[in-house]
């Protein structure tokens, strides 16, 4: 039972009064005294040599004063891990070669937007166009262009796993089937685009205040590219409107121009990129095909699994490198099997670097893994709820890439999940068309590490680590490099100290991602914050209630373990009179202390480098297709997540409510086209969100497992799930009409296609793909 | 190309400002007038976010040409609340937990309070129809819904 009083709260944010309110400051809202304009100049070629840039014209434009290219920077390559030097393979303006169209070639900053843009179309770019290659099948051919000396192939990144011997065991299998799949170009589409505001002080200090994920990054980052030293950079993150993976990439030329251009005009910059760049030219998720062999025993067991994923990784290598190895490791929650070969290939192509985004390589593959298991129950005559409840990792359990299993509720999601959806009674109604339209329910799992457990750079610091100041009137300074993107970390944080020092939420006071004032982060990613910053704020908020008590526990000629703190009062328990209040405690502990301030500090780094703790989750999507013109309408998703102990239930289902619409907008209609490396729909419009009017229903239930590790029992909820969202929805859709897609997003046009090529097959044989031995 | 002065009625005050006869009303509240909890998303009229209310009705600032508002009366975010505190529909928002990055909020807040207006007992299907033109990254729109619902309920548009 919750016996807290503010953790497992359907509390407010502590920041949703300013955002209604239009108070809240994005980066794009500050301004500095002589603040300029800054725009970039983008490659308009996918592939090219820079023979030579004349910025005489563009720099005669009245109101520009300053243009720089890469002539004006260090030339050093930049990349988000930098543990390898060949993962950074990048310039943050480009050096010599362009490799996809939207590169960063040029920037230039102006009194105004008008005189910005007309001396970008004035500066004069010679490029030698380079033959390109934009298919990372075609791209692994000796004969194609090479897009980097140190890949050759275009190989970006490989990595394998082996366990057991999976060869052997298929042999041994009642079942196996082998079926490709692959996913489309999908992309953030974060409500505010990058943006960033740079200004140096004269004694060489630069402070950027932008659009970020990882500010802590960013201050590394720039310091490198720059050539100077880190500790000279301030990187302040204001408030941002979402980044989704999208602005977790350490560095973006957004940044780095901006810094430049403030330097060589000797005033505050600001760039923001336009929804065009943000669409052509940003970061997105990786397009992957992926073969999946699974095999099974008779009873469903699934015994091995043999796996391989290319990857289209674009021109750079962004976060791709750990995302090859994320498509081996997320495809192994949550289920267990004991043989397993994973070979996974990241190519460069001439178009826009892939990177991270929400679920980072685990949508693509949880995609292909659902969608199999779904095919391997129905061959078998199985229920995939119950085959799914037989193959779930549970506590104890290590999955077969080596996540240790603390806690799992992933049967009691399962069980819950298909009783509230009525799974059982629903499922018979397959393939029943009532007129038209037929009726369909499917089911998807998930399950997702609760954070990384290493940086991506060298460095001593503590993962995560939060300092807290008593004032003198009894409040708090609480100071983390979390970095609130939206998803609420800055509201948990409040709420888990607030919680400990039995203080009211509004005598927390917080500073967030502050590289001058906060201690190192590593920033929004990997679902981590929580658990992670949430720890280093437990650890802070015991330290200073030690602290409290000692100095409560004379004043009361009590045993600090007896007391309790709650009301903004220190008291025996059982006895509420008998108390010390928070702010004389406080002021006590000053006296003593020749007037220091009560000052404390807390650090968490996960204990196991791969993660500390998984959420689980289990998602049934209810769908009716249009038999006639495969149209079709997603009714209703039912949900069950783990999240350990949900420090807030309204945040958890506004995570999980956020991932069925992007995991929605994922699975049936959004996707990036492109021609020779042109992006062809770089807007909302062309990209197609998901709108309010086509969500469908969605009801949540929490699942509470007790987690040994999460601050208060908590694990993610950010991440994990998306998963289960696009698997679930193809799943009713082939149980409503016998069609099986396996290349996303699912549109009508793929379904119509699969019902007549089913009628035409219909009475012949099915599914040569399966294999009984 | 030469700035003009014009008027224009914000939230209830007469503001004098220099515009050029392309600036975007956008442009002018957020560069010229400090109103900028109207957020810039698209600049195309494709998102939502620079949703202002003009003579009551929600409209795209980033379509609209400052010029071209003069003389009516337009409401930004900033004169949804008071000194007293938030209008129904914000408190709703804040209570339901309808904002996450917020970056859509304002647009869709001033939308809310039209459709309310317009009719104050809506149902499901009518918030959602109201709002498709806003979009929201963050939230599945699940508990935006909800938060106009309550609203509603508690007579915000009446």
Known sequence: MNTHRIIGKRLPRIDSKDKVTGKALYTDDMSLPGMLCGLILRSPLPHAKIIRIDRSKALNVSGVKAIVTAEDTPKIKFGIISRSAKYMDEYPLAVDKVRFIGEEVAAVAATDADAAMEALDLIEVQYEELPAVFDPEEAQNPAAPQLHDHAPLNISREYHIKKGDPAVAFNQCALVREDTFTTQSAIHAYMEPRVALACWGKGGALTVYTSTQTPYYVQQHLGRTLDINPDNIRVIKPHVGGGFGGKSDGLSAVEFCAALLARHADRPVKIVCSRDEEFAAARRKHPVAITMKTGVNKNGIIVARQCKAVLDGGAYCSLGPLTTILMGTFQTLPFGFEHYQYDGYRIYTNKPPCGAMRGHGGPQVHFAQDIQLDMIAEALGLDPVEMAMKNGLQTGDQSAAGFKIVSSGFQECLQTVSAKAGWKQNRKSKNKPCGPKAYGIGLGCGGFPSGAGFYFNKTTSAHSSVIIKAGEGGGLNVLTGASDIGQGSDSVICQIVAEVLGLPLEDIHLTSADTQLTPPDMGTYSSRVTVAAGNAALNASKAARDEIFRIAADHLEANPDDLVANDRRIYVDGSPDRFISFADAVNQFQKKNDGSPLLVKGSYNSPDPLSPTYSFGAYICEVEVDLRTGEFKILRFSVAHDCGQPLNPMSVEGQIEGCIGMGMGYAIQEQLDFEDGQTLNPSFMGYSLPLANQMPEINITHIVTEDPHGPFGAKETGEGSLDPAAPAICNAIYNATGVRILDLPVTAEKILKGLKKKESQDGKSTDRADRKR | ?158
């Open chain 2, 1 to 158: 190309m030469e700035n003009r002065l014009i008027e224009l009625t914000v939230n209830g005050e007469i503001r004098e400002v220099a515009v050029k006869a392309n600036d975007t009303l956008l442009e002018v509240l957020r560069e010229k007038l400090d109103l900028i909890g109207t957020k810039e998303a698209c600049s195309m009229g494709e998102c939502g976010a620079c949703t202002v209310l003009i003579d009551h009705k929600p409209v795209l600032s980033c379509l609209t040409l400052a010029v071209d508002a003069t003389g009516k009366e337009i409401i930004t975010i900033e004169g949804v609340s008071s000194p007293k505190g938030l209008d129904a529909v914000q408190e709703s928002f804040v209570n339901k937990g309808a904002v996450q990055c917020g970056f859509c909020t304002p647009g869709i807040v001033l939308t809310a309070k039209d459709l309310l207006s317009r009719n104050p007992n809506p149902s499901d299907e009518q918030i959602r129809e109201a709002i498709s033109g806003n979009l929201c990254r963050c939230t599945g729109y699940t508990k935006i819904v909800e938060a106009i619902q309550a609203a509603a309920e508690g007579g915000a548009g009446k």
